[in-house]
C-alpha cells in the first residue's frame, strides 16, 4: 500500500512540474505562451495543454504554426521501455477498453481534423524500445513522427508497414486518415529526474517573478496548488488570470531581472522549446533530418552567417546576455568565435547536463582540486602538418578518432589526446568557470602542439556545449580549425563527418 501510494504522489508530482514549467511563463510578456490548462480536454490527453500566439510559436515538423499542444503525462517509478504495439494496448495507460491511440483519434477529430496546427504528446520517463521499429520514426530530437518514415515503404511487408498495419486495423482507418493522425503525435522522453525538474523550476521562478522554495526544504508548495485549483474548478488560465490567481496565493515575488535569453537550435528538446522562454530563437532545425545535416555545403554557406548576424546583433543590443545552444557541436563552437574572448561582452550559457544550470566565466570561485587536462600525442603520418585534436570530457574519443585519422585523413601527422585527470564523465566538468578554465587550457596545448608546423586542426570534440563555446572564443590562437560531428545514433557508420571550417 505504502509503495502505491508513493507512485501516486510521484506521478502527480511530475504532472504538477510540467504544468509550472508551462504555466510560469504566462508571467513573462515576451514568451508565445498565452493559455495553459490542467486536467481539461480531450480524454487521455487532458493533464495539460498550451495555447500559443501562431504569431510568435515555434513551428512543427513541416513547418506549420504550432497554436496548441494537449499532453499526456506518465510517470513510472522503475525504468522500462515502449513500442508500437503498447498504444494500441489498453492496459499500457491503465484502461479497460480504449487505447491511448484510439484517444489519440478522437482528439484529433475534435481539434486537429486537418492534422495541422495541434499536437498530442505522451510524455513520459519510459523510453521508446531501441529495438522497436517506432523508435526509428520518431525524431530524435524533436520527438514528432515523421511522416516520411512511417511510410517508407509501400507494402505492409516491412517494419514500417507492419505498424501501419496494426494501427489502421486497430483504429478501423485509410491511409489517409491515419496519415493525418500520425502527423498530429509527439512523443516527449522526460529524462529528467523530479528533483532536476524542481531546480529548473527554481530558476525559471526566479526570472519570472514567482517566490522560490529553498531546495533545501522538503516542501515545494507547487506541487500540491494547482490539484487544489483542480478541486476549485480552476482548471485554464491566460496571462491575467493566471497572475491574479498566483497573487491571491502569495506566491508572487520580485523578478530578478535576468539577462535577455537568445537560443539557437538545430534539434529540439523533449518538452522545454527555446521559443517558450527565449526572447530570440535562431532555428536551424529545417536544415538538419534529425541530427543529420541536409546539404554539407550548408554549413558554411547558410548556417554560419544566419549564426553570425543573429549573435552579432544581440551582441550590438545588450552587454550581458544569455545564451540556449540546444544545438550540434559545430554550432557551440561556431558561436563561441563569433563571440570571442576579445567581444567585451557578459555571455551566460545555459547548460544541459544532469540537470539544466547556468554557467559562465565567474560563476564559481576557482578550485585548484578541480581535475586538469592530461595531454598525449600519438605519432600518425610522419611528415604531414595537420594535427587531429581528441577532446573527450564527457567520453574518450581517442579510439574513435584515432581509426577516423587513420582511414580518412592522411594528411594528419599527429593526434594530441585531452582528457581530464579524473577520467571522462557526465560531471567531469564541475561549473562554468572550470569550463572556461579547461578550455584555455586546451587551447594552449593545441599551440603548443602545433608550434613547429601551420597545417590544419581537426577538432574531435566530447563535452558541454558551454565548454565547447568557450573553445571556440579561442579560435584564432587556435589556429585554422575544423570541426567534426559524430554519428551518435549510428545511422551512418557510427563515425565522423567534417562540419565546419573556421575562419571560412
Known sequence: MTQAVSVRRDGDTFQARIFWWHAARLLDPESPITKVAFETGPKSFDDIWVEYDPARSSRDQYGDALKREHMQCKWHVTPDSYGYSQLIDPEFINANARSLLQRARQAQLAYAPSGVGVRFKLVTNWRLNRSDPLREMVGNRSGTLRLER????????????????????????????????????????????????????????????????????????????????????RLEFDRASFRAICAGEGVLGPSQGSPRVYGVKSFEHAFDRLEDRCHEVLDLVPAFDERYIRS???????????????????????????????????????????????????????????????????????????????????????????????????????????????????TVGRILGLTPSNGCGAKSVASGRHAFELADAAAGAIRLARSSGGGLVHLFVAGPNAFTFFLGQRRIAIGKARIYEFDFDGERGRSYAPALTLPL
Open 150 to 233: 512511417l511510410y517508407g515503404s509501400s507494402t505492409d511487408n516491412s517494419r514500417a508497414g507492419a505498424v501501419r498495419k496494426a494501427w489502421r486495423e486497430h483504429l478501423q482507418l485509410d491511409e489517409d486518415e491515419l496519415r493525418a493522425l500520425a502527423r498530429t503525435l509527439a512523443f516527449g522522453e522526460a529524462t529528467d529526474t523530479l528533483d532536476a525538474l524542481r531546480e529548473n523550476l527554481d530558476l525559471l521562478f526566479g526570472y519570472v517573478g514567482l517566490r522560490r522554495i529553498p531546495l533545501n526544504q522538503s516542501a515545494f508548495i507547487y506541487d500540491d496548488l494547482v490539484f487544489q485549483w483542480m478541486a476549485q474548478g
Open 296 to 410: 554539407d555545403g550548408d554549413w558554411e554557406t547558410s548556417l554560419y552567417p544566419a549564426l553570425r548576424l543573429f549573435l552579432t546583433s544581440a551582441a550590438r543590443e545588450q552587454p550581458r546576455l544569455r545564451l540556449a545552444l540546444d544545438a550540434h557541436t559545430t554550432l557551440a563552437f561556431a558561436a563561441g568565435s563569433i563571440l570571442d574572448i576579445k567581444s567585451g561582452r557578459h555571455i551566460e550559457l545555459e547548460q544541459r547536463s544532469t540537470e539544466r544550470r547556468i554557467w559562465s566565466p565567474d560563476d564559481t570561485a576557482s578550485d585548484a582540486n578541480w581535475p586538469k587536462l592530461v595531454s598525449t600525442v600519438t605519432e600518425l603520418h610522419s611528415g604531414q602538418p595537420d594535427i587531429a585534436v581528441a577532446l573527450g570530457l564527457t567520453h574518450d574519443v581517442s579510439k574513435e578518432v584515432h581509426r577516423y585519422c587513420q582511414a580518412t585523413l592522411p
